[in-house]
């Protein structure tokens, strides 16, 4: 089986870009301990939108990820600091060219 990559779009309610950065951060640090963990990593899109990029390896990990302590507390602190709830997209991949770099 193949690893899982996923896409998480966090949108911050206007002026609360850095509490939801400080929320964030306890949360990544505890998940790229979890099993199956490859990559979690977040980058802020030029309209201000948190997207957060991961790779598990595999589903399984994945869901179990989901159902997950560090995700609870996390859906804890978000409270109220979104305009909705995050985007969540699993990917599937088109591999392409350089085995290395034409995949995640």
């Known amino acids: 089986m193949s690893a899982v990559v996923v896409t998480a779009v966090f949108t911050p ?3 609360r ?3 939801v950065l400080d929320a964030l ?7 790229q301990t979890e099993p199956g963990c490859e990559l979690y990593a ?6 201000g939108d948190i997207v957060m990029i991961e790779k598990w390896s595999t589903v399984e990990q994945l869901d179990a990820h989901g159902e997950g302590p560090a995700v609870a ?3 804890t602190a978000l409270a109220g ?3 909705g709830p995050a ?4 990917l ?3 591999p392409v060219g350089d085995p290395i770099r034409g995949t995640l």
Do not use: F, Y
């Open 81 to 83: 600091l979104l305009e």
């Open 25 to 31: 951060r306890p949360a990544i640090e505890a998940v």
């Open 42 to 47: 977040i980058h802020q899109h030029p309209n």
């Open 13 to 15: 309610v206007e002026g």
């Open 87 to 90: 985007v969540v997209t699993r």
């Open 92 to 94: 599937v991949p088109i």
């Open 17 to 19: 870009l850095e509490a």
């Open 73 to 75: 507390a996390l859906n």
